[in-house]
């Protein structure tokens, strides 16, 4: 047997179960989102020689998530008895999903796919069979999570406000200065075009720098509009961020150009970005990508 950790060491597994079609392949797919190492329709069996691999490679797997179902069988009939020993070694919490049978049946007819259990009787026979047999694991839960109400964007929100890292909970923000002249950005969720301020590359002491140097930056951000650029550029983007947060939009790219990607959109992605980590819903990082390509 694997000897125990210290509280802070022990291995993370969570044990995703519930009522088919209450959401298990999303939670599943929001583990993955927050860097977890998921595995979906397992043996009950199969769980402890998993987390025992996984204990000896921590550095790549330090956190597990397994989701078994009803398709366990009569495996689950001897699932108290495997949480409970695991919880010996390991950090286990039991999350169960679960709905009303009317949210099910809606669910299943949305989907027209068969319920697990169904085989020849009717979709609510099936569920109440279900809940039958798995009434002692939704029990044993550290987390119930009712997902009657709840869509895909909102279920993945809960998952990440109860096992997410405080990063999990911010958007992952790249500002990106580019030049239009070498093409608009394929990826960007919002584009901003610097084109309205001065060229510096036409102010012959300023050309040869680029928007980083302090010279070039003070030409650009002194003149004419750009506090009132700023001024909006805050208030367009506070809705914006907490309209991803809502869906569950994790990254976003903010693509500032201007003609070359040298001087006007350097500067501004330098500003923009400096604005940007001051809120606390937000990580930021910066790109330059074409940068040195004049």
């Known amino acids: 047997m694997t000897p125990k950790m210290e509280e802070g060491e022990r291995q993370q597994l969570v044990i995703v179960t519930g009522m088919s079609g209450a959401g298990r392949s999303t939670a599943c797919k929001a583990f993955e989102d927050l860097d977890w190492f998921v595995v979906d329709n397992l043996p009950p069996q199969m769980i402890r020689p998993l987390i025992e691999v996984a204990s000896k490679a921590r550095d ?7 989701a078994i179902d009803i398709r366990g069988g009569r495996l ?16 286990v919490q039991v999350l169960f999903l679960d709905a009303s049978d009317e949210a099910l049946v809606r669910r299943y007819e949305q989907s027209r796919r068969p319920h697990p259990l169904q085989q020849d009787g009717t979709i609510v026979d099936a569920i109440a069979t279900e809940r039958n047999r798995v009434r002692e694991l939704r029990s044993q839960a550290d987390v119930v999570f009712d997902t009657s109400e709840l869509n895909v964007h909102q279920l993945n929100q809960r998952v990440t406000d109860r096992f997410g890292e405080p990063d999990h909970h911010r958007v992952q923000l790249t500002v990106m200065s580019f030049g239009f002249k ?22 012959p002491e300023l050309r040869p720098f ?15 509009g750009v506090d009132q650029f700023l001024e909006h550029f805050d208030g367009m983007i506070a809705p914006i961020i907490e309209g991803y947060l809502r869906e ?12 070359g990607g040298k001087h006007r959109s350097v500067a501004m992605t330098e500003r923009l970005a400096g604005e940007l980590r001051q809120r606390d819903d937000v990580t930021v990082s910066v790109r330059h990508r074409d940068l040195g390509r004049e």
């Open 210 to 224: 680029n928007g980083r140097d302090k010279r070039v930056s003070d030409y650009v951000l002194e003149q004419p």
């Open 60 to 66: 790549s797997l330090p956190k597990l998530a397994v």
């Open 182 to 203: 070498y093409g608009t950005p394929t990826d960007a969720d919002i584009v901003l075009d610097m084109r309205f301020l001065p060229n510096p590359f036409w102010v």
């Open 76 to 91: 689950l009939e001897h699932f108290h008895d495997l949480s409970e020993e695991l919880r010996q070694t390991y950090d």
């Open 248 to 259: 569950n939009k994790r990254h976003a790219l903010i693509a500032i150009g201007c003609t």
